[in-house]
């Protein structure tokens, strides 16, 4: 079985870009990706592409060519949809794919255009990752699913909206210096407190914004690489995808995330580490709530307790398990097909000193990715080490 | 977002039996209930389901209330949200009948099918017994 090396990246800023077409934004990722990698396109043998939306926002299905002739790459490609886990699952396919033997090069990404529909058409498209008969039309916006389990949080093992709020203060603070992130100024306390409520008990800034990028990585089997001398010293070791049911009101747990938990499972056996060998993490934190039910489900902390750990600087960047060093999709943005991917990325380059945040994770060798669709009814993790 | 002419099996018709007071519930043989349009039991995959009447009353699990709707409730906003549980199953459902601010955990509802100011179309929901 091939290790897999991670041999380039690529990101677009993420933000605000209403005029820019996901074949534009995606073409960019991929160059940078390309340049990054020393990989020449003609090696490439498939391209594995996250979307969700692009039929509401660009009128576009049928994603996998389009994208393939964007980047510039002759070879076999295919769309993955699992709402907000679209890349994530392209990711994991992709190792599965090299692996097995399948492939020695792919380009993996994926893209998301969702501001030029607007705050409500955003929110409508969005809402479609829910079950449409039994919860969008009986009024559930995607904020009020995270909101839902929030509050059944909040009832089970306490805390309160203060504490969620030190985790949208830690993640603008880690943004700061991501010239890539959509954000890149600090918030208080207070400001969150503050804001207005979309769906409470979760307000303006316990939510991660509409956001249009693209993010691609060129991903190579240990011999390829080898063979052309690549510098890739980071491999995704490790691969795990946990499903649930559709429907929040049909999960065991209201405020858990046993998907999670199941593909973080997984990932720790498949790369043989444990939770107390992960060095910093990459959470799926779409809304505050999100980053304590996926520290938790990943194992880096107890239940119940994930949700003080910000507030007890346990986190943050100079905490002894930071989270979200980029930003998380809460200041970074989240251009939902293109987050698993853009979260590969960022792990890889904080893992080789990279990252403007990588001072904070010196000597590091074991990060993981943690991507969730819809209220966490899909979910992929994936651990990235430095290869010795 | 249907026109009148169209109806989703299964889910249309629960919404009438609800209207009509006899809303049910799915159950298998091994006792796993669900909610419709469905086949299969989800939990084991038995293909043996039987309508079962419904619980009168339910239990708030947990609500929001929601500020930021979808354009299919703009005009509804503010609306509270719940997921309640009624005998096997839990529900999510607009909690109509009461001060959004004064819905809370524990409190007890019954279904009752009401319609969106927005759209005009059926709505589930649950209203304070
Ligand atoms: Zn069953």
Redesign the interface.
């Known amino acids: 079985m091939s290790d897999v090396r991670v041999a380039g990246v690529g990101l677009t800023p993420f933000g605000n870009a209403p005029k820019r077409t996901s074949r534009d934004l995606f073409a960019e990722a991929s160059i940078t990706a390309f340049e990054d990698s020393g990989v020449s396109r003609d090696d490439v043998d498939a391209l594995l592409y996250g979307n969700f939306m692009g039929e509401l926002s660009e009128h576009q299905g049928h994603h996998g060519p389009l994208m393939a002739e964007a980047a510039g790459v002759r070879a076999p490609a295919t769309r993955y949809e699992s709402a907000c886990a679209s890349s994530g699952t392209a990711v994991r396919d992709a190792v599965m794919r090299i692996r097995n033997g399948e492939d020695d090069v792919i380009l993996v990404g994926g893209a998301e255009r969702m501001t030029n529909l607007g705050?409500?058409?955003a929110?409508?498209a969005l809402?479609i990752a829910a079950d449409d008969?039994?919860?969008?039309?009986?009024?559930?916006?995607f904020?009020?699913a995270y909101?839902?389990?929030?509050?059944?949080y909040f009832?089970e093992y306490g805390g309160e909206h203060e504490d969620l709020a030190h985790i949208a203060v830690k993640n603008h603070e880690n943004a700061l210096n991501n010239e890539k992130a959509q954000y890149q100024s600090a918030i208080e306390v207070s400001d969150v407190l503050e804001a207005?409520?979309?769906?409470?008990?979760?307000g303006l800034y316990d939510s991660c914004p509409i956001s249009d990028g693209a993010a691609a990585v060129v991903l190579t089997s240990e011999e390829y690489a080898e063979e052309h001398g690549l510098e890739a010293p980071v491999s995704i070791s490790g691969t795990g995808q946990g499903g649930d049911?559709m429907?929040?009101?049909?999960r065991e747990y209201?405020a858990r995330s046993p998907a999670a938990r199941e593909a973080g499972e997984e990932a720790y056996a498949d790369a043989g580490v444990d939770p107390a060998d992960v060095d910093f993490a990459e959470v799926h934190d779409c809304f505050t709530i999100a980053e304590v039910l996926a520290i938790e489900s990943l194992d880096l902390f107890p239940i119940g307790e994930g949700i003080s750990a910000a507030r007890d600087g346990r986190t943050t960047a100079d905490g002894e398990t930071p989270i979200n060093l980029s930003g998380g999709l809460k200041a970074k943005g989240h251009p939902v097909g293109a987050t698993g991917a853009s979260q590969i990325a960022e792990v890889t380059k904080l893992l080789s000193g990279k990252h403007p945040n990588s001072e904070f994770v010196e000597g590091a060798t074991t990060g993981v990715a943690h991507n969730a669709g819809g209220t966490v009814a899909s979910a992929t993790v994936h651990v990235l080490e430095v290869s010795e | 977002m249907n026109d009148s002419e169209t109806r989703?099996a299964g889910?249309d018709e629960w919404l009438d039996a609800a209207e009509e007071d006899r809303a049910y519930y799915l159950a298998c043989p091994n006792d796993h209930g669900?909610?419709p349009?469905r086949r299969v039991c989800?939990d084991c995959g038995a293909t043996e389901l039987e309508d079962l009447e419904l619980p009168d009353s339910g239990e708030i699990?947990?609500?929001?209330?929601?500020?930021?709707?979808?354009?299919?409730?703009?005009e509804?906003a503010?609306?509270a949200?719940?997921?309640a549980r009624f005998g096997p199953?839990?529900?999510?459902?607009?909690v109509v009948g009461i001060d959004p601010e004064d819905v809370e955990?524990g409190l007890e509802v019954e279904i009752e099918v009401t319609v969106?100011e927005t759209t005009g179309?059926r709505?589930?929901?649950f209203s304070p017994v």
């Open positions: 705050t409500a058409g929110t409508e809402a008969l039994w919860e969008v039309r009986a009024g559930m916006t904020p009020g909101a839902l389990m929030a509050q059944a009832d207005p409520q979309v769906s409470s008990p979760l049911r429907a929040l009101h049909d209201l | 989703d889910f669900s909610l349009p989800p699990k947990t609500f929001t209330v929601t500020h930021v709707p979808t354009p299919a409730f703009e509804d503010p609306y949200t719940a997921v199953v839990r529900i999510t459902g607009q955990t969106s179309e709505v589930l929901g």
